[in-house]
């Protein structure tokens, strides 16, 4: 069965560091670009980073350059996102999306809260 999963979320306070983590299951991110995307509640999902898995290449949305980090494990077939000096409009759902139009997979997401 091919799943992505996410997992690290979790409450954390604001100034503080959070890693998430991508995995693939049953496919490997090869010939993918793996996002991360978050949605808040009543708010539209947005674009945070991705990261081209063939050539390294990373887009940063501008919120959270500076602050977060995409990166990927090839050994692992893993893909993470290291969030530092988080702020409370960080909080949202965090969802991992392997894109690769049309074949794109998505996983169920992991919630980030972030408190003042």
């Known amino acids: 069965e091919v799943q992505v999963v996410e997992s690290g979320g979790g409450s954390v306070q604001a100034g503080g560091s959070l890693r998430l983590s991508c995995a693939a299951s049953?496919?490997?991110?090869?010939?993918?670009?793996i996002g991360w995307f978050r949605q808040a509640p009543g708010k539209e999902r947005e674009g945070v980073s991705c990261?081209?898995?063939?050539?390294?290449?990373?887009y940063y949305a501008d919120d959270v350059k500076g602050r977060f980090t995409i990166s990927i494990d090839k050994n692992r077939n893993m893909v993470y996102l290291q969030m530092n000096n988080v702020k409370p409009e960080d909080t949202a759902l965090y969802y991992c999306?392997?894109?690769?139009?049309?074949?794109?997979?998505w996983g169920q997401g992991t919630q980030v809260t972030v408190s003042s």
């Open positions: 999306g392997a894109l690769a139009d049309p074949e794109d997979y």
């Open positions: 049953g496919f490997s991110f090869d010939g993918f670009a």
């Open positions: 990261v081209s898995w063939r050539d390294g290449s990373t």
